[in-house]
């Protein structure tokens, strides 16, 4: 006789949540998944009413579901929030191409505004002509740290409050291990945190900080959503690898050791007599950084002058010489994109001012539209 669903013991189950290992049925599985990341984005306290918040959008599985679900909260839950897909063109043929296919059709889906910002474009640099110069070895490195830029400077061009990723628990958790493995402490610290303000203008957050990996692929396929699942044709980050393996059989002897090791890291704290590395602006581009110049800039113009070394180790950042040599491209400053930011926001505001209707003192409508300011309350 077939299985009946542990919650509604109406339906027929069909999946056995790797979570809870509770056998359910499929309603009630998009039920209780969407309703963890619902309750982890209240408790949380993540957005605010009104807020601007781009999705990091490759095309892959995490970042898929993340967009169908953040569209469906936001409905159903009415948050108030303004979505847009922010992606990032790597350059990479026969990976990236493909992927962000995948991505140009999410948004005519979900009818989300797109912006795709380029390797290309942002520091003349594609990671094909990366890897030609490059190599295999250290090609992540670059990818890694030009990405986060990347992702920031795309934020700022959509004058976005609030960027969300799509990393998952699995991520979260090999991450801490890593951290600790490496025994890097302020990295430690930082990668428990659901929401960080790394660059001091855009929030970051990862709203499937407690999903498992397993349950937003289940989530994918039972929902049949269009996403793109090759891996990156250039190598992956092998030192990741190690920790998700490591993972990943600790899981089948203990599937609750995914959450247990994040609640471990969220438990531990930095001793105060830890000295952390203290944070600035690169003198170059404006980007947050612990160093005089940051990584990205030292990491390019190793590859302008045909040292790609330089950044890769630490000790060789020190020996970088004129700013302005060789530049393919001139990186556009931080301080200028948050400038054009605070324009495009002054901008927008003046528009709202003149088109908005007229606030109506009688409505009692909860999805109002008549801008009165107790939308959120009145019933
Ligand atoms: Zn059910
Ligand atoms: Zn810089």
Redesign the pocket.
């Known amino acids: 006789m077939p299985r009946q669903c542990d919650i509604c013991h109406d339906a027929r189950a069909i999946v056995r949540r790797p979570k809870t290992a509770q056998s359910i049925c499929k309603e009630c599985f998009f039920h209780v998944f969407e309703t963890e990341v619902h309750n982890t984005i209240v408790s949380s306290r993540l957005f605010q009413r009104g807020d601007r918040v781009g999705i990091g959008a490759s095309g892959g599985k995490d970042s898929t579901v993340l967009a169908y679900v953040m569209k469906t909260l936001n409905e159903r839950y009415n948050y108030g929030l303004d979505l847009y897909l922010l992606s990032v063109d790597e350059g990479i043929a026969g990976y990236r191409d493909d992927s962000l296919e995948t991505v140009k059709r999410n948004k005519e889906q979900y009818e989300l505004p797109l912006l795709i910002v380029s390797y290309e474009q942002l520091y003349g640099w594609s990671m094909d002509s990366i890897v030609q110069a490059v190599g295999r070895k250290n090609n992540c490195t670059f990818c890694g740290v030009f990405r986060r830029q990347a992702l920031d400077r795309g934020a700022l061009m959509l004058d976005l409050d609030h960027i969300v990723t799509g990393h998952n628990a699995d991520d979260v958790a090999e991450t801490i291990l890593m951290n600790i493995f490496r025994g890097d402490i302020s990295r430690l610290g930082r990668c428990t945190e659901i929401a960080t303000t790394g660059d001091g203008y855009v929030v970051r957050s990862k709203p499937f900080k407690y999903a498992y990996e397993k349950e937003i692929v289940m989530y994918a396929y039972l929902r049949r959503l269009d996403y793109f699942s090759t891996e990156c044709t250039y190598s992956p980050n092998a030192y990741r690898g190690y920790a998700r393996e490591f993972l990943k059989s600790l899981e089948r002897v203990r599937p609750s050791a995914i959450l247990d090791i994040i609640h471990s890291g969220e438990a531990m704290h930095v001793a105060a007599d830890v000295q952390l590395p203290t944070l600035d602006r ?6 947050i ?1 612990s160093n005089k ?5 030292v990491l390019l113009e190793g590859l302008e002058r045909g040292i790609p070394k330089l950044g890769v180790s630490r000790t060789n950042a020190k020996h970088i010489e004129d700013p302005t040599a060789n530049r393919a491209v001139d ?1 556009v400053h931080f301080e200028t994109l948050r400038r054009d930011a605070l324009e495009l926001r002054r901008i927008r505001m003046e528009n709202k001012q003149t088109t908005q209707p007229e606030p109506d003192a009688s409505c009692q409508r909860s999805a109002c539209s008549c801008a009165c300011d107790n939308a959120a309350d009145c019933s």
């Open positions: 690169c003198e170059r581009c404006g980007y950084s110049v940051c990584k990205a800039c990186l």
